[in-house]
């Protein structure tokens, strides 16, 4: 916009705001209705979903499947979509820098002085694509499970996943994530021994590691399902 | 340039005196009213005694009533502003024009404010009860949601409120985009409400871990993990964030102090500065509106 351009708008603006009313009653009254219905609409979705609370936070949960809040969907579903992982802070970082930049910079490198959307195609074009993109990523992360949840095999095995968590293996080793590294790590044990030997080792294994014989014999079913869960990662 | 003052409201404006109360010796009664100061009404005065029987007592009295209920608003308001000098500045802001034109999509702003206004009391209200250390922080939920009088009510409008104020906020940006409201003279309000949009995701995902529940925890560790694949700055933000490079209960406290001092006095003061430039430069009119005016001097040009 050079100076003639930005004199035409400063004038044409003061006209059509002499043709306005005040904003006190005509502005406010609207104002004040929206925010009626904003209030009724949080009241209401408050009555009618509530506040979930999940179980209490864990650290030693190895394949939970983290879910961040749904207006976060676009960024994770960002995650899924680009595949290697040398590309991944692309996802994680890159794109969405990229874009905040660009959307912060707007009105400095968009100077053209004409405001109807109709009349400016370019950028109301780059606005319904980046609306109906992040709609469609959105839709894509609210049906589909977490990013993780793809590098984590252990899936379906809730009561052998509780039964290990509890059982203190993550004090000498480690699953993925999480854990210490005293003991051998843990993760892709499945692939290394089979599922008896892991049983024979929980049960006679060797020094400084305790033996889970007492588990075998007061809970059975639980043994069973840390063996079948500990089987279970490759 | 300059605005015609606006008018009065009614409740301020000198009053015409009623025949009966005109002091003997000052011919125009709208002379004596004036001045700004309101005349002295009280019971006991003197002047308009003689009439008042004769025109049936109640309804007189009941005028005199609200005449003098009256009094006490324009009262309050004359004190504040002999000593503030206020006036003028509320009365700009109030009666200032707003452009032929504007339509409800120019309330997605203030719903914006309201949405943000509405999780601050509730977060005060949460934060009366709520521990931010690793053992207690589940235990202080719980006990807000299950023994508290409307406890998940207030619970469920915070969760809610944060929904509803991050579809508010990315409405009104597209409203400003699409009118093309964000150019001259309004660029540095534009980027002023990017930080905002920015700020409120930054609420939302602060707000995320403090349930401590396992969904908040694990979707937190991914999140802090994300900002620390970030090149260069990438692991200074994690450990920042984390308080060290482990979760640890320096976490929670600081995510905690993050979502409720740090985040919330930013909005605030932003938002401070946002309203100053709305009110400074005005909203702008919908952009397929052409001043009437203007088109005819055009031609006139012509």
Redesign the interface.
Known sequence: ?NNR??ED????????????????P???A??G???V???L???V???A???E???????T?TS?????????FFLFELLRVVKPPEL??LA??GIP?IC?VL??L???F?????????K?PI??LA?ITT?VAMAYLTLLGALGG???EIELQAAGQEDGKQATASSGCLGCHRIG?NGNEIGPELTEVGARLPREAIARTLVNPTQPMPSYAKLQKQDPEKFQDMVDFLASLK | MKLPTPPLPRALKPKPGRPGSRPPGNGDANGTGGNGKVRDLRPGTPDGNGERPSKGGPRVDRERFKEQALEVPIGVAGWLDERSGMSPFVRGLAYRKVPRGTNWWYTLGSATMFAFVAQAVTGVFLAMYYNPAPSEAYESITHITNDLFLGEFVRGMHKWGSTVMVILIFLHMARTFFFGAYKYPRELNWVIGVVLLVLTLAMGLSGYLLPFDQRGFWATVVAVNINASAPVMGPYIADFLRGGSEFTATTLSRFYSIHMLIIPGLIAALIGAHLYLVAKLGTTAPPWLKAEKAKALNQEEL
């Open positions: 916009m351009e930005k708008y400063l004038r044409e603006y003061s006209i059509l705001k002499g043709e306005g009313k005040s904003f006190f005509y502005a406010i609207k104002d209705s929206m925010a219905i904003t209030m609409v949080i009241i979705l408050t009555l979903l509530g506040a609370l999940g179980p209490k936070a864990d650290a949960t939970f499947s983290p879910r961040p809040e749904w207006y976060f991944t802070f994680t970082m820098t905040l959307l912060l707007l009105p400095f968009d100077r053209s002085p004409e405001r109807n959307p109709l400016r950028a109301t606005g609306i977490s990013p993780t994530e």
